[in-house]
């Protein structure tokens, strides 16, 4: 399984930024894809989760302004943010699993399998 994540870029506070992952390779109907993310000097976190069955998870400082989407037709899990701030600046990661996991793992990183390369997002003040 490959992932490809693109999107990234320079973007001010408030603005809005897209970002795609592509899932190639080995691929199953029960597959979650998550995004994380990883600022300068601190450890990956958790952004955004999406099951086979559509289910959404989103950590705290996220909900409402992320919006995580599936096109299944082209293996292909987008990530909307909107309302950036500074803080969101940071490396971000999409990964993937084609294990069925509960929906308490999808907040982990050792729940994924497979990880894309990352692309930086910054968001300027």
């Known amino acids: 399984v490959q992932l490809q994540a693109s999107g990234g870029g320079l973007v001010q506070a408030g603005g809005s930024v897209r970002l795609s992952c592509a899932v190639s390779?080995?691929?199953?109907?029960?597959?979650?894809t998550g995004w994380f993310r990883q600022a300068p000097g601190k450890e990956r976190e958790f952004v955004a989760g999406?099951?086979?069955?559509?289910?959404?998870y989103y950590a705290d400082s996220v909900k409402g302004r992320f919006t995580i989407s599936r096109e299944n037709a082209k293996n292909t899990v987008l990530l909307q943010m909107d309302s950036l701030k500074p803080e969101d600046t940071a490396v971000y990661y999409c990964?993937?699993?084609?294990?069925?996991?509960?929906?308490?793992?999808?907040?982990?990183?050792?729940?994924?399998?497979?990880w894309g390369q990352g692309t930086l997002v910054t968001v300027s003040s």
């Open positions: 999406i099951r086979w069955d559509r289910s959404t």
């Open positions: 990964a993937s699993t084609l294990r069925h996991i509960i929906s308490s793992n999808v907040y982990t990183s050792t729940a994924y399998d497979y």
């Open positions: 390779g080995r691929t199953s109907r029960t597959y979650t």
